[in-house]
């Protein structure tokens, strides 16, 4: 019964280890990404408060996505103060898991109302305009619009509130298709690139290694022997 018993909760174990998450969840990410000023310095954001972003959640399904980004100070200035150094950037992906930016959230800020607004999805060819920041130069990549370079795939909207970002977009089949399969990479900065969102987040990496996997197993697996032969051993 013992030895059963033990058995029974192994492999519940190995189902709770295998279990994943899936690009339909929303999976929160932080800003884990620290680059270098154009001095070489490591930093993280340029500019004290008032660009600092401080991470997001993305949530995609077929037919839609959603992005919402949080920010110390930024979004307030972007939905507030026309200034240009309070730009948007744009939202980079890839798609296709073998590097390089295969898609562009490109946004249009409202000069009298920035809590809302709406915003492009393109499709980059290889020959896309992706500039440099217009303060850290040196390694950050925004989208530059160019008719001739990209092809309109979605739409969406944005609403700024409480220093936070929404932006919901449709989104096709063949996009949600490949980012199911290779994985979404995302990146998002300011048109000055003072800080930047650049994470991995899908596929989120919970799933213990097969070594561990393999340990736990043998590990369980002794146990149940173990108590299968001290009960043995007491008849």
């Known amino acids: 019964m ?14 709770m280890s295998a279990a994943t998450t899936t690009l339909a969840d929303t999976i929160s990410f932080g800003d884990s990404y620290v680059g270098v000023n154009n001095q070489g310095v490591v930093v993280d954001s340029i500019g004290r408060d008032r660009y600092n972003l401080t991470g997001g959640s993305i949530s995609v399904s077929r037919g839609n996505f959603s992005v919402s980004l949080g920010s110390i100070e930024y979004f307030n200035g972007w939905a507030s103060d026309p200034r240009h150094f309070f730009a948007p950037g744009s939202f980079l992906l ?3 898991g073998i590097g390089g930016w295969d898609y562009a959230v490109n946004f249009t800020r ?3 109302d920035g809590h809302v607004g709406t915003a492009t999805m393109y499709k980059l060819t290889k020959d896309a305009i992706l500039i440099p920041g217009e303060v850290r130069t040196n390694e950050t990549e925004i989208f530059l619009s160019n008719p001739n370079m990209m092809t309109s795939v979605g739409s969406g909207t944005y609403t700024i509130s409480n220093g936070n970002m929404d932006f919901y977009s449709y989104l096709q089949d063949s996009i949600y ?5 290779n994985g979404l990479f995302f990146q998002f900065t300011q048109r000055c690139a003072n800080d930047v969102i650049r994470e991995k987040v899908y596929p989120v ?5 097969p070594a561990t996997m393999a340990l736990l197993g043998l590990g369980l697996l002794g146990t149940a022997g173990f108590v299968r032969r001290k009960g043995g051993s007491n008849k």
């Open 2 to 15: 013992k030895f059963k018993s033990i058995l029974a909760v192994s492999a519940m174990l190995f189902s």
């Open 94 to 96: 890839d798609t296709d």
């Open 110 to 112: 409202s000069l009298t």
């Open 177 to 181: 298709d490949d980012m199911n399969k």
């Open 205 to 209: 990496n919970d799933v213990p290694e």
